[in-house]
Each structure stands twice: as structure tokens, then as C-alpha cells.
């Protein structure tokens, strides 16, 4: 913690020291943007955008884990549908954001359905992916003993396939939540009235840096608050079996 500490001390100390030797508009000082952040925290207006990109975030979030976890299941575990999906799969992977982000609002409208859905279609190929790869290390000999003790499905997935694919849920959540994030504020800054994402555009339009940053400061804290307190300690849990290193 301390670390982490002195390590954003030593940001700001940068940060301040830039701005000073540009004197420029394009890079505020530290205090600029704490004034503008706190003068959006009072009219609540920082509580209102935060809120609606954060609520988009969590159902393409959701949305997305549970349609990645069970495509990736069944081509992890089913080759024929593997050989059939897998070619969509690549197609979404190197499709850039911006197309899909792009179609979603000229099929479906300037809608909150085509922005969460457009995240989501985002983030579900790498989901699947990394899914698939831990249905396919399921051990088969786990399996066939499930099969012998006639198991019920819900207490074999609770107590042999869960476990076991809990390394793999903690790295999709990890990596969907990195780009979820980012994808959210282009969405946002595309086709959307509220949200972080669409006050970046505003200041951008305006060249307003200060409030660009005051904007795009707490979205940073609340990403490194849920990733520090909720993502890493889930991935310490899930991984603690594996040896600890030196």
C-alpha cells in the first residue's frame, strides 16, 4: 500500500512540475482540476455521468461474462461446435470496437440497448476464449468418476468444474473489465447524452483539458478501487494453491 502511495506521490510531483515548465492550457496543474472536480462533485453532476457509465459498464460486463462462459463451455467441450463458432470467434476478436460500436447504432438506434450490447459483443469473443481454454484442461478423469457416483449437475459443477475453471473466470474478469472500461467511454462519447464518456467529448469539442481530466480522474480512481479491492483479492483466492513466488 505504502508503495502505491509514494507511487501516485511521485505522479502528482510530475504532474506539477509539467504544468509549471508549460504554463500552457493543454496541461492544467493538479490544483485546476481538483477545483473543477470538486465543483462538479457539488452540483452533481460528476455523481450523475460516473453513475451512468458505471451502470453501463456492469451489464455489458455481466452480460457479456455470462454469454462468453457458456459459448466457451460448449466449444471447450464439444469439438464439432468448436469448428463452427471458432471462425465468428476470430472474426469478433480483430474486428475493431469502433465498427461494432459504429453498426450497433445504425441498426438499433441511438439506444442504451445498442451501447451495452455493442460492449458486450466487445468483450464476449476474449471471454470465450479464455474459457474455452479452461474447459478444454477440465480433468477427464474428474469427470468419468462424476459419471460413476451418478453426481447431480448442480453439485458436480459446484465441486469439480468451478473449481477448476476458477483460474480462468478470475482472467477473463480481469482482462473484460480492462476493456470494457475503455470501450464504454467510446461508446459514450459516440451516441450517448450522459456519462463519463460523453463529457470527454464535450471538453474535447471545447479544448476545456481541465475539465477533461476532472472528468477522466475519478473514472481512473473507481477502476483502480475496484480492481485493488474486489479483482486482485477474487484472483489471491482463486489462485492460492499455486506455489507463492520468491
Not at 467441450?77 to 471462425?87: K, N, W
Amino acid at each position: 500500500m505504502f508503495t502505491r502511495l509514494a507511487s501516485f506521490l511521485l505522479i502528482l510531483l510530475v504532474w506539477e512540475g509539467a504544468a509549471t515548465l508549460a504554463a500552457s492550457r493543454a496541461l492544467p496543474p493538479p490544483q485546476a482540476v481538483l477545483e473543477v472536480i470538486a465543483a462538479e462533485v457539488r452540483s452533481g453532476a460528476l455523481a450523475l455521468h460516473l453513475g451512468a457509465t458505471l451502470a453501463r459498464v456492469a451489464a455489458a460486463f455481466v452480460l457479456a461474462m455470462a454469454a462468453g462462459t457458456g459459448l466457451g463451455m460448449i466449444m471447450g467441450r464439444r469439438e464439432t461446435i468448436d469448428r463452427l463458432l471458432d471462425p465468428w470467434i476470430i472474426v469478433l476478436l480483430n474486428l475493431p470496437a469502433l465498427v461494432v460500436i459504429v453498426l450497433a447504432y445504425i441498426w438499433v438506434g441511438l439506444t442504451e440497448v445498442a451501447a451495452i450490447g455493442a460492449v458486450a459483443l466487445n468483450k464476449l469473443p476474449n471471454t470465450v476464449v479464455t474459457i474455452r481454454e479452461g474447459a478444454r484442461a477440465l480433468d477427464a478423469g474428474l469427470d468419468e468418476m462424476a459419471e460413476i457416483f451418478v453426481i447431480p449437475l448442480r453439485r458436480r459443477l459446484r465441486h469439480i468444474v468451478l473449481p477448476q475453471l476458477a483460474p480462468y473466470l478470475a482472467a477473463a474478469t480481469r482482462s473484460g473489465l480492462s476493456l470494457v472500461w475503455k470501450i464504454v467511454l467510446v461508446v459514450e462519447l459516440l451516441g450517448r447524452s450522459n456519462g463519463i464518456g460523453f463529457e470527454i467529448g464535450v471538453a474535447f469539442q471545447l479544448f476545456d483539458v481541465t475539465r477533461l481530466l476532472a472528468y477522466a480522474l475519478p473514472f481512473v480512481g473507481v477502476m483502480l478501487a475496484i480492481e485493488t479491492l474486489v479483482v486482485q483479492p477474487i484472483e489471491r483466492r482463486v489462485t492460492r494453491w499455486r506455489p507463492s513466488r520468491a
